[in-house]
T-cell receptor, first 119, second 115 residues
Framework: DVKVTQSSRYLVKRTGEKVFLECVQD?????MFWYRQDPGLGLRLIYF???????EKGDIPEGYSVSREKKERFSLILESASTNQTSMYLC??????????????????FGQGTRLTVV | AQKITQTQPGMFVQEKEAVTLDCTYD???????LFWYKQPSSGEMIFLIY??????QNATEGRYSLNFQKARKSANLVISASQLGDSAMYFC????????????FGQGTRLTINP
């Protein structure tokens, strides 16, 4: 089974702190994603990566950056945390790579989520 | 651009009844995939069912089935014989080739099963 692991279930940080959220997958998946989940808004894509050292902005990248130095690890960075970044953060990976598109290969496998509170 | 719309913020259903969760989508891409995920109160996302745009038959997985109406661009999830453990958030999602393989999610529906 695919396993996607996020480093923390719960985090409390102060405004202005630099925050790192770590995600590791163990199935050699090509693509990795960071989503933010807020009530009534569903899951919104922050950033995604389709290869090592490659990244693409999602729908809400402002205030965030990412790093993918190794295929299995994808980090989300809040450069200076603010209270409006209090949210649930979900990491996901998919098998789909650069070869011909197969929608089935875009099934996302999720980590357990990190509930971040910025005070 | 691809978009998923779930118009039911919350639903309440009696145990053992069938329930339909609505999902409509918008894309101009002929090749796409539709997914449903369940999120219990514990927070993990559980994959339920998948439907490809070229699939001729509606997908089924145990008590879950997907009512795929391509012309109407709808992909409703049907849960038969609901159970208390079905109480959760349910998300519809879509991926397309033009959308760079990303999964785009709807707003979600919170389903509550009453005993």
């Amino acid at each position: 089974d695919v396993k996607v692991t996020q480093s923390s279930r719960y985090l409390v940080k102060r405004t202005g702190e630099k925050v790192f959220l770590e995600c590791v997958q163990d199935m050699d998946h090509e693509n990795m994603f960071w989503y933010r989940q807020d009530p009534g808004l569903g899951l919104r894509l922050i950033y995604f990566s389709y290869d090592v050292k490659m990244k693409e902005k999602g729908d809400i990248p402002e205030g965030y950056s990412v790093s993918r130095e190794k295929k299995e690890r994808f980090s989300l960075i809040l450069e200076s945390a603010s209270t409006n970044q209090t949210s649930m953060y979900l990491c996901a990976s998919t098998l789909q790579g650069a070869v011909s598109f197969s929608p089935m290969n875009t099934e996302a496998f999720f980590g357990q989520g990190t509930r971040l509170t910025v005070v | 651009a691809q978009k998923i719309t779930q118009t039911q913020p919350g639903m309440f259903v009696q145990e053992k009844e069938a329930v339909t969760l609505d999902c409509t989508y918008d894309t101009s891409d002929p090749s796409y995939g539709l997914f449903w995920y369940k999120q219990p109160s514990s927070g993990e996302m559980i994959f339920l069912i998948y439907q490809g745009s070229y699939d001729q038959q509606n997908a089924t997985e145990g008590r879950y089935s997907l009512n795929f109406q391509k012309a109407r661009k709808s992909a409703n999830l049907v849960i038969s014989a609901s159970q208390l453990g079905d109480s959760a958030m349910y998300f519809c999602a879509m991926s397309t080739l033009q959308g760079a393989q990303k999964l785009v999610f709807g707003q979600g529906t919170r389903l509550t099963i009453n005993p």
